[in-house]
């Protein structure tokens, strides 16, 4: 079946006696018991798929993981409290029986920098950071880790080729696949490994959930699970039942996203105050021809970035106090528009020369663009944009 259909049916509907619900129960027991103490026994050992204690898995949760699993193509999947810590155990998974080094893209997500500096280095994990849209090489390592578009300057790596040669180098590939979603690209499909993805944007939607997802492939599944039995990172009953609501009007929602934004680029590329778009289905985007290669045909993502001609903080900040309907929060993938200032949130703690590198400029914003009529969110920025 297809993307959206499967979105809407897989995971749910399981056979309970005597009827079955049409959508999965918020089940918060915390423990469950048989007639059959040998059955019990079966479930602790493993040998038979059942349920004994809710941190090792809950008819929720496998509800919400057997969904995850099948929209990214994987083997199995972990529903996480938080992105967060969705990825600390996939790189611990990574890790497990390899060389404690990881390979990590430097535009990575501002508290995934902070995870690999302030967890793995302390537990003596050796951290180095490369370019991914220019990797010639894997060196040896435990694990590379990189995101389907780098956060803000929407950068795209060539994720088929670096996984073919982390294969080659023994290393495990994580895909965080937060920004694109399972409808544009299936990071699993092109050699990954695990994929992780903030469930708390565009899967969930609604701005209303914090929640994580590991989706793995079968060699890696095993330790992924017994780590999460170990620390137990597991989303809550409540939170796995509106992750599932939220996904089953996520390829709708991510459809309209998508034209939204291609809208939201073009005009801005043509304001006379606006000095530059990042835009992944800009045909002069750096990555264009990755991007045409790994993305789902006229789908290019929700995520537009800008910068304002000659603006510095000052003048970014009247600007984002003009909004009316936009949202100036921080976050992305919600239903709503939504504008953020790198400088001020996702990159606060990058030192400024890093910033220069990377690219993140004083006048530079992001736009979440969300699902409203394009027509308002146009008007609004029209309207932001021009007083000064
Ligand atoms: C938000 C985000 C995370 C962290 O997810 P939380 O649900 O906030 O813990 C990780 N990676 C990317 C790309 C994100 O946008």
């Known amino acids: 079946m297809r993307i959206e259909t499967r979105a809407i049916h897989a995971g749910d509907r399981k056979k309970a006696p005597p009827a079955v619900p049409v959508t999965t129960p918020i089940y918060t027991a915390a423990s469950y018991f048989y007639d059959d103490m040998e059955q019990l026994d079966r479930v602790f050992a493993r040998t038979e ?53 990881i390979l990590a893209s430097y535009a990575l997500y501002g508290a995934t920098i902070s995870v690999l500096h302030k967890v793995f280095e302390p537990l003596g994990v050796e951290v180095e950071f490369a370019d991914m849209c220019e990797l010639a090489a894997v060196p040896s390592c435990g694990c590379v880790l990189m995101e389907t578009m780098s956060n803000p300057l929407l950068r795209v ?5 670096i996984a073919e040669m982390a294969r080659a180098a023994g290393a495990a590939v994580i895909v965080d696949n937060t920004f694109a979603t399972p409808l544009l690209v299936r990071p699993m499909e092109l050699g990954a490994n695990m994929v992780v993805e903030s ?157 220069d590198r990377m690219g993140i400029r004083e006048n530079l914003v992001r736009l979440s663009v969300g699902i409203e009529a394009a027509e308002d969110i146009l008007a609004d920025l029209a309207t932001a944009l021009e007083n000064r």
């Open 49 to 101: 798929q059942g349920f004994s204690y809710s941190r090792y898995d809950n008819p929720s949760n496998h509800a919400l993981e057997e969904l995850a699993a099948s929209l990214e193509s994987g083997h199995g999947a972990l529903a996480c409290a938080s992105g967060m810590a969705a990825i600390q155990i996939a790189l611990a998974t990574a890790l497990e029986g390899r060389p404690k080094r």
């Open 157 to 161: 790596p060539p994720i088929d080729r």
């Open 199 to 355: 469930a708390t944007k565009y899967l969930a939607g609604h701005g209303d959930v914090l929640a994580g997802l590991v989706v793995s492939d079968a060699a890696h599944y095993d330790t992924l699970r017994m780590l999460s039995r170990a620390y137990g990172p597991v989303l809550g009953p409540f939170e796995c039942y509106l992750t599932m609501r939220g996904i089953k009007t996520f390829p709708l929602r991510m459809e309209r996203h998508c034209e939204n934004a291609c809208r939201v680029a073009e005009w801005l590329k043509r304001h006379p105050r606006v000095e530059r778009v990042y835009y992944p289905g800009d045909p002069q985007h750096p990555d264009a021809a990755t991007i045409e290669r790994l993305f789902a045909p006229g789908l290019r993502g929700g995520m537009v970035s800008f910068e304002i001609k000659g603006a510095g903080r000052e003048e970014v900040f009247r600007m984002m106090e003009r909004l009316a309907m936009i949202v100036p929060a921080t976050s992305l993938g919600d239903v709503h528009t939504m504008m953020l200032y790198p400088m001020m949130s996702s990159h606060r703690e990058v030192p400024p020369a890093e910033r």
